[in-house]
């Protein structure tokens, strides 16, 4: 796959301070198609269920809008908590505005968390992007993998 002008334009948006002072980006040099393919490869080397993976965070996000900003023990399976920022982000992909509500979850069986922010929850579904390496609100395949799935 080529680098198409959205894509282009999606990865001018994501560079340290257009949208967010340390950007989308992180320390990734790779060309946003390369980052989005590898990380798609690495979901199907894991055998992620990414649709099921993403029903599971919005439901962790509802449980934890109830219990805004107190810790909350969901299915004695994970320990999550959800705050919120003043303000909102625009999508680098121009495609939605979200406000700054970060989730954390820790899965109670093997101690594995996870910080997620609605941003990041379209980014993954809409877009199959989990920003870039060294990006401080990356997920890492990975760990959705040890923190939803096991």
Known sequence: MKMTEDLKKAYENMKTGVITAGGFLGNDERLLI?????????????????????????????????????????????????????????????DGIFRKVNLRIKNLNNNEELLITELSLHLIEKHHFFQGKGSPFRVEPEKL???LEE
């Open 145 to 147: 993998k040890k923190v």
């Open 34 to 94: 390369d980052i989005i393919e590898s990380d798609e490869e690495k979901i199907r080397s894991l055998n992620i269920n990414l649709q099921d993976d993403i029903k599971k965070i919005r439901y962790l996000f509802e449980k934890g809008k109830e219990a805004f900003e107190e810790p909350l023990t969901i299915d004695n399976k994970w320990l999550i908590k959800v705050d919120e920022a003043r303000g909102h982000l625009p999508c680098p992909f121009e």
